[in-house]
């Protein structure tokens, strides 16, 4: 006999989908964990009842009649309560300080303020850290970039001892639990990571990855993508067969990171000449000149904060 499986009507299905969609959107938009959101929208319904209970018992003790007047006051009265209302339901729901920040936000874009909040920033390195420190120094003191986490796959990497030199949090990555996607996305979010810059990370960007920072990842390639790209192709890699096939030039892209190896639209070139004396060491000491001057300041720009020269 043929087993006849509940299938739900077609629009029961559409709505499930969009509602995954949209949830995922906003745990993405606000880095917030799926129990963190439920939780947010919880405190958003109950504070929201609350604030028009509250409300309507305030406007029943006012001398004042139903009217255009009454709707004025009422309208009035929710805008000043709804903050408190949610949040005092905030505390105990554990949200309190993502509606300080969300309530902090709402009256500065009321106000005409430009965001004061920095773009939270996490560097990926699994080497020395060059980049890394000069990404550093370039963004001390800026009130909109500021680098809160180093992340690393390399115990006893370089760039390791940078991050403590410089009191930022660091975090070793193991590859298998990577690889899964989105294993370390709760860090990243713990750090509320706006935006990822890539300063010598080898490793492929898992999907998972990609889709919670669209557009917000950025890599440096020591060559001029796409030539001398792809996997296999880094550090001293690139150099030699830049040497080898006699190129005339090299030099640096700076590129959004997608699925696929030094693949993502570039953002930024930077060129220097090979000569018939180079060596790969040479070369790699003329990029990493490149990399050097333009890096921060690229990944400023990108990030709408031009730095100061
Ligand atoms: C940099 O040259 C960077 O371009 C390269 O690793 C080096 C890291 O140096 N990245 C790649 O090859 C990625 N495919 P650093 O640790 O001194 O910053």
Not at 45 to 51: K, Q
Not at 254 to 262: A, F, N, P, R, S
């Amino acid at each position: 006999m043929k087993a006849h499986f509940f299938q739900p009507p077609a629009a029961i299905s559409a709505f499930f989908i969009h509602f995954c969609a949209m949830f995922q959107k906003l745990q993405n938009r606000w880095k917030v964990s799926g129990i963190s959101l439920v939780l947010i929208i919880c405190t958003f319904a109950i504070g929201g009842s609350l604030c028009g209970y509250a409300g309507r018992k305030i406007m029943a003790l006012l001398p004042v009649d139903k009217g255009v007047l009454w709707v004025i006051i009422y309208i009035l009265l929710i805008t000043l309560l709804w903050p408190l209302a949610v949040l005092l339901v905030s505390i105990p729901l554990g949200q309190f300080t993502f509606f300080r920040k969300y309530i902090a936000k709402i009256i500065g874009r009321f106000g005409g303020r430009r965001q004061t909040q920095p773009v939270r920033i996490a560097i990926f390195a699994s080497g020395g850290g060059s980049n890394a420190l000069q990404i550093i120094n370039r963004f001390a003191g800026s009130p909109h970039l500021k680098i809160v986490l180093i992340v690393c796959n390399k115990p006893g990497a370089g760039v390791l001892q940078i991050a403590a030199d410089h009191h930022i949090p660091y975090l070793v990555i193991e590859k298998e639990a990577f690889f899964k996607g989105t294993h370390y996305l709760p860090e990243l979010q713990q750090y509320q990571t706006d935006f990822i810059v890539l300063a010598g990370f080898l490793w492929k960007i898992p999907a998972g990855l990609i889709q919670a920072y669209p557009h917000k990842i950025v890599n440096i390639h020591p060559a001029l993508l796409p030539k001398y790209g792809g996997k296999g192709m880094y550090g001293h890699f690139v150099h030699e067969a830049v040497v080898q096939n006699g190129e005339k030039e090299t030099g640096i892209t700076i590129h959004y990171v997608d699925e696929q190896y030094d693949h993502g639209t570039h953002i930024f070139q930077a060129r220097c000449p090979v000569t018939p004396g180079d060596t790969p060491e040479t070369v790699a000491q003329k990029v990493l000149v490149l990399e050097h001057r333009h890096f921060a300041e690229v990944i400023a720009q990108v990030l709408g904060y031009p730095l100061a020269t």
